[in-house]
Nanobody, 126 residues
Framework: VQLQASGGGLVQAGGSLRLSCAAS????????MGWFRQAPGKEREFVAG????????TYGDSVRGRFTLSRDTARPTVYLQMNNLNVEDTAVYYC????????????????????WGQGTQVTVSS
């Protein structure tokens, strides 16, 4: 089972990008999905998480109000729309899937996620 992240790239500050994460197995439609990011020299940071139904989303403090996470319930794919990007958003972004994270407070715990994508680089220039 694989998660394939895509959509990263280079963008100017204030711009937008949309990341996608597609799972190779349709069973992931029943999994909680999350995005994390890691910048050089920094710890992994929670970005956003969404329930299997798509009804519940949570966001990290640094992206709330700028990023929107959604999922296509007909397909095992999630989308992270990132608006008003700034240089502090520069990082490698990883999507992940969890079959154990049930409560929203658990979405931000990377230990809940057993499946990880390969990461996609997002670079924001000033």
């Amino acid at each position: 089972v694989q998660l394939q992240a895509s959509g990263g790239g280079l963008v100017q500050a204030g711009g937008s990008l949309r990341l996608s994460c597609a799972a190779s197995d349709r069973s992931f439609s029943r999994y909680t999905m999350g995005w994390f990011r890691q910048a050089p020299g920094k710890e992994r940071e929670f970005v956003a998480g969404v329930s299997w139904s798509g009804d519940t989303t949570t966001y990290g403090d640094s992206v709330r109000g700028r990023f929107t996470l959604s999922r296509d319930t007909a397909r095992p794919t999630v989308y992270l729309q990132m608006n008003n990007l700034n240089v502090e958003d520069t990082a490698v972004y990883y999507c992940a899937a969890s079959h154990s994270a049930y409560y929203p407070r658990e979405y931000s715990n990377h230990n809940e996620y057993g499946y990880w994508g390969q990461g996609t680089q997002v670079t924001v220039s000033s």
